[in-house]
Every structure is written in C-alpha cells, then in structure tokens.
C-alpha cells in the first residue's frame, strides 16, 4: 500500500480550514496532519506533525503568511510548502516563492485540482494555478534579458562603471592601473 501523503494547514478561516482538513482526510493517499488558524500555532506545532506538505494562506492576523513561509522552510526543509490564498498579484506571488513556497494555488482552484497540486509538490514538482503561471510568464517577458544585473557589482565596481560612462580611461580612475599596464604588463 502506497504511503498517505500527510497534509499541515495553516488558514485563519475556520470553515475554509475545516472544509479543506474533511477534503484532504477524505481523499484516499491523503492525511491532515495539523490545521492551524496562525502562523505561530503552525510555527509551535508542525515539527511535531513533520508533514510532507504545508498549505498556508497568505492572509493571516499577526505574522503574515510570507514570513510563516519563511520561518517553515528554514525550520523544516524536508516539507513541501504550497500557499493557498485567493491573492494573485504579481508583488505577493513573488514574496512567497522567494520566501520559499515550492508552489502557489489559489483558493478558487477546484478540490481535484487542489489535491492534484498536493501529490504535484509532495512528488517534487512546482504548481502554480493557471493565473499565477500567467503572471509569472508575463513578468518575465517584461524584464529585459540583455540588462546586466547591477545589484550584483560592488560599490567599487559600480564607481569605475559610472567613471568610464563619463569617459575616463581606466588610468584616470585608478593611477596604479597605469602603473600596471605599463610595468607589469609592458604596454
């Protein structure tokens, strides 16, 4: 017999909570393990229940969805984390993804579909509701590919740059690099 994929919820809604941990018990191959109406109550007690998977809403009182995201990938790395929440803009998808959501659902996704995303993650995949997909794509459609990643220089790397776009040569901004063309390299 194939294992129960086991199931923690962390959504402020009881009867959303409620219906999802009746649909999840329900389901052959699924077990809820833990539903919690906080962060910190899922934070306190997870560990204890180790599920393959968390579902967590974004939209709950006192520690906010993405940082309970946050503090459960780091407290527990083997769990899958899905958040299941009825926000779809772009700001709050890509806040929870890089808090460490291995998936993003939203709450309007029919219950086959929901538990489809469940074994999904729980098998190592990455599932995202059709309209989060969309977002994620037209994002990147929108960056520019060609824009080199600025943030990434260092202070000192970001003053030469700005110093050669004004047309200085590379001896006017640091004399030891004359020193060192000349010298060391024979030019």
Same mark, same amino acid.
């Given at each position: ?7 923690s ?17 329900g ?22 229940e ?8 974004l ?16 407290l ?6 899905v ?13 929870a ?10 709450k ?19 599932p ?38 004004? =047309? ?13 063309y000349e010298?060391?390299?024979? =030019?």
């Amino acid at each position: 017999m194939k294992p129960k994929i086991t199931v923690s919820l962390v959504e402020d809604e009881r009867g959303t909570r409620e219906a999802l941990a009746v649909l999840i018990d329900g389901t052959p191959g699924f077990r809820c393990v833990g539903a919690h109406a906080t962060a910190e109550a899922a934070l306190e007690r997870m560990p204890r229940e180790q599920p393959a998977v968390a579902l967590v809403d974004l939209g709950l009182p006192k520690l906010s969805g993405a940082e309970c995201v946050r503090r459960l990938a780091k407290l527990l790395p083997q769990t899958r984390i899905v958040v299941l929440t009825k926000y779809e803009d772009s700001a709050r998808i890509f806040e929870a993804l890089k808090a460490g959501a291995h998936g993003y659902v939203l709450k309007k996704t029919p219950p086959a579909k929901l538990l489809e995303a469940i074994a999904e993650v729980q098998a190592g995949g990455a599932p995202l509701s059709s309209e989060v997909a969309a977002r994620v794509v037209e994002h990147f459609h929108r960056a520019d590919p060609a824009a080199p990643d600025f943030a990434a220089l260092t202070p000192r790397e970001r003053e030469v740059l700005e110093w050669l776009a004004r =047309g200085l040569r590379y001896g006017e901004i640091d004399p030891a690099y004359d020193y060192y063309y000349e010298t060391v390299l024979g =030019g």
